[in-house]
């Protein structure tokens, strides 16, 4: 899924791409998307973009002397989890693409067009970014920084980190992949809750006795997660290309698979978060003590075990104990969580249990507690349990 960086990578790529050309004609839309029409015809019109966050803006802006008599008109764009734009000559145009503008004559004709094969992206017109949506991590650090640590107590941090991450009002550009290398490169174990994590840099401040030139040593040495949110992004931007995305080039997609050190890389770990999204993570001493504690200081829930039934009595047969053990323990259901994989190529193991219909081979068996065969997870605390 694009991420904020994508987002400013296409727009460089609109800009440098679109600078010097004259766009003429409507705009066009397929006639498959459910995006509005965009009411737009000049004859002469150049093209701008600008990005924040996870959201992109496209300014037509008519030439002077172009008609009919036009008002610049801006766009703002989502990408959803595929969208991006081509440039591409207008008898070659991709088979997904959605909105489509046409370079004026003379000389050969091309279109910009905005290519999503999932159509989950989606434009408004008007040119306001979407409200609620934070300062973006990468263009307005200070605003963002502020915003976070001025909101510690909004309940979105009672989330894991994991999910906190992706909260565009405060995390405003930071999706899957940045999430995981960020809490990769601090070892900071995914399902910590985030207020935990975050609390500690509301007091941190340099030393005073430091010179300039060493407090920007010491941040770049030994950066927070905040700072990290704001730097691993522009790694991405300094990579060039598209970034991260199936319709990059060959060169662009390896350059940006060598960055990578944890999202989607072998010897990695993954779960899913509460809603179902993949988070990458290196399981480790950190994670390990991170766990023992939660078991320490968290009893088990109702969920998470079976009481006792009372011992079956002796007057009755081992047959009519059997039938009525077993509807119970059919019926026993599973604590919901999230499966637990070491590699996304290795299949699911299935679930170990008894035979329905097995009987024990002594006279008398004591019953014994249900447990779930998949961990469960408690999405509130800080690791899987």
Known sequence: MPEGPELHLASQFVNEACGALVFGGCVEKSSVSRNPEVPFESSAYRISASARGKELRLILSPLPGAHPPQEPLALVFRFGMSGSFQLVPREELPRHAHLRFYTAPPGPQLALCFVDVRRFGHWDLG?????????????????????????????AFDRPICEALLDQRFFNGIGNYLRAEILYRLKIPPFEKARSVLEALQQRRPSLKLTLSQKIKAKLQNPDLLELCHS???????????????????????????????????????????????????????????????SKATQPSPEDRVEDPSPPS????????????????????????????????????????????RQAASGHRRPRKVKADTPSLDPEGTSAS
């Open 127 to 155: 040119g306001k970014w979407q409200p609620g949506r934070g300062p973006c991590v990468l263009q307005e650090y200070e605003q963002f920084r502020e915003n976070v640590l001025r909101n510690l107590a909004d309940k």
């Open 232 to 294: 691993v992004p522009k790694e991405v931007v300094q990579l060039g290309g598209k970034g991260y995305g199936s319709e990059s080039g060959e060169e662009d997609f390896a350059a940006f698979r060598a960055w990578l050190r944890c999202y989607g890389m072998p010897g990695m770990s993954s779960l899913q978060d509460r809603h179902g999204r993949t988070i990458w993570f290196q399981v480790g001493p950190y994670w390990r003590k991170s766990r023992k504690k939660k």
């Open 314 to 357: 002796k007057a009755l047969s081992r047959t009519r104990r059997a039938k009525r053990d077993l509807p119970e323990r059919t019926a026993t259901q599973l604590p919901e969580g999230p499966s637990l994989q070491q590699d996304p190529e290795v299949p699911t193991v299935p679930k170990k249990g008894r035979r329905k219909g």
